[in-house]
Structure formats: C-alpha cells, structure tokens
Nanobody, 122 residues
Framework: VQLQAFGGGLVQAGGSLRLSCAGSGRTFSSYAMGWFRQAPGREREFVAFVQWSGGSKLYANSVKGRFTISRDNVKNTVYLQMNSLKPEDTAVYYC????????????????WGQGTQVTVSS
C-alpha cells in the first residue's frame, strides 16, 4: 500500500491549487485520511482530516474557510483544494492514512505519502 501526493507548485498569493493523494490497495476507502504540512524550519503540522465516508471533515484554524478536503473512494484519491493562498501556506504537504487516536497528531497516522511542495509568492 502506498500514498502518492502531487499537484503542488508555485502560485501567487490569493491563488489556488488542488493537491491530490492517490492511494493503492483495495482498503483505501476504509480509512480516514489527513493532510499535514511542514514549512522550512518548523515542525510538521495538521491541516485537514476527512472520515472514510467523506462525511466528517476537520480543519486547522489557520486554513478553515480557505481549504477544502474531499475524497473519491472510487478513484482511491483524497484532495485538498486550497484557495486564497497566503505566503505562510508555503510548505511541503503530506497526505497520510489515519490509524487511531487524535486526528490532528502525527502519531495517529501510519502511512505517509512522499510530500509535494507548495510555494506561495507574495
């Protein structure tokens, strides 16, 4: 089972990007998924979480109202639509498979994608 994140790039402040995270394996739809990010010199931080069905979605306060997490279990893909991007959103973004525990903690996730770079210029 693997996760592959892609869709990052360079965008101006106020712009939008959509990240995708493609999962392999028939059990993808059974797991909740999350997005995290890590800016240079900072610890990795929680961004968004989506339940296995897509029905429950949770966000970090810093992205609430600007980012939207969604999933397509037929395509085994989780998305992160990022709007009104700010320079402080610049980071490597990671998708991860939720296993157990508190949704915003890294230790609650057992499988990680390789990360995709998002750079927002001012």
């Amino acid at each position: 089972v693997q996760l592959q994140a892609f869709g990052g790039g360079l965008v101006q402040a106020g712009g939008s990007l959509r990240l995708s995270c493609a999962g392999s394996g028939r059990t993808f739809s059974s797991y909740a998924m999350g997005w995290f990010r890590q800016a240079p010199g900072r610890e990795r931080e929680f961004v968004a979480f989506v339940q296995w069905s897509g029905g429950s979605k949770l966000y970090a306060n810093s992205v609430k109202g600007r980012f939207t997490i969604s999933r397509d279990n037929v395509k085994n893909t989780v998305y992160l639509q990022m709007n009104s991007l700010k320079p402080e959103d610049t980071a490597v973004y990671y998708c991860a498979r939720y296993y157990s525990g508190t949704y915003y903690l890294e230790a609650s996730y057992d499988l990680w994608g390789q990360g995709t770079q998002v750079t927002v210029s001012s």
